[in-house]
């Protein structure tokens, strides 16, 4: 089956700085991954999404990245901001059929001043 | 204007009692879904509709009913609430592109709705 992970449950900042959020993905078939963020009580939000025929996709102040080769991806905020503190998510959806998409554990970005 | 909206946003219920939660969305979408997020933040797909009709049906307890009378509104009845059943429940919506033969493009942004969170007692 599928499975998506990632690699730290927690990660802190300065504001500022930049973030990094990794996820690590075993379907070698799957060709399509999306971010979402998670505001404290609120549902997740849809971040950006990337095909498998890219290796990057920029969105404002978001890029995320991704490795085929070593079916990992990640999320990099720039100038990390105070309203960017949330429980990161990336899914994948399997391929073909309706939406079903497989959510990750979790990363949560906690931004500091 | 909310594009997701469910109710009740908080619910603490005794064990074995029988409730409901009701979502709605004016977003004109055709898919509609419950998730299921425990308390370390892991999202579940519970149940997916199109137009009414049930397409995902995760292995989840059927204890656990879901309702679309009609495309804009997916319900969610849980019968005999467990201690287990304590969750925060997210109803979401997307617009999908069917291919036919039961194939969609997939454009991954769901909308969810703010959650509604259980408490069995």
């Known amino acids: 089956g599928e499975s998506v992970g990632l690699h730290l449950p927690t990660l802190s900042v300065q504001e500022g700085d930049n973030s990094i959020i990794n996820c690590a993905y075993s379907?070698?078939?799957?060709?399509?991954f999306i971010w979402y963020k998670q505001e404290s009580g609120k549902g997740p939000q849809f971040i950006i999404d990337i095909r498998s025929n890219m290796d990057k996709r920029q969105g404002q102040r978001v890029t995320v990245l991704l490795n085929k080769t070593v079916k990992h991806l990640s999320l990099q905020i720039a100038a990390t901001q105070p309203g960017d503190s949330a429980v990161y998510f990336c899914a994948d959806p399997p391929t073909g059929g309706y939406n079903k998409l497989i959510f990750g554990a979790g990363t949560r970005l906690a931004v500091h001043p | 204007d909310t594009a997701v909206s469910q109710t009740p946003k908080y619910l603490v219920t005794q064990m074995g009692n029988d409730k409901s939660i009701k979502c709605e969305q004016n977003?004109?979408?055709?898919?509609m879904y419950w998730y299921k997020q425990d308390s370390k933040k892991f999202l579940k797909i519970m149940f997916s509709y199109n137009n009414k009709e049930l397409i995902i049906n995760e292995t989840v307890p059927n204890r656990f009913s879901p309702k679309s009378p009609d495309k804009a509104h997916l319900n969610l009845h849980i019968n005999s609430l467990e201690l287990g059943d304590s969750a925060v429940y997210f109803c979401?919506?997307?617009?999908?592109?069917?291919?036919?033969?039961?194939?969609?493009?997939?454009?991954?942004?769901?909308?969810f709705g703010e959650g509604s969170r259980l408490t069995v007692l």
């Open positions: 379907n070698s078939a799957s060709d399509y």
């Open positions: 977003l004109g979408h055709d898919t």
């Open positions: 979401a919506s997307s617009q999908d592109f069917p291919l036919g033969s039961g194939r969609a493009i997939i454009t991954g942004e769901l909308f």
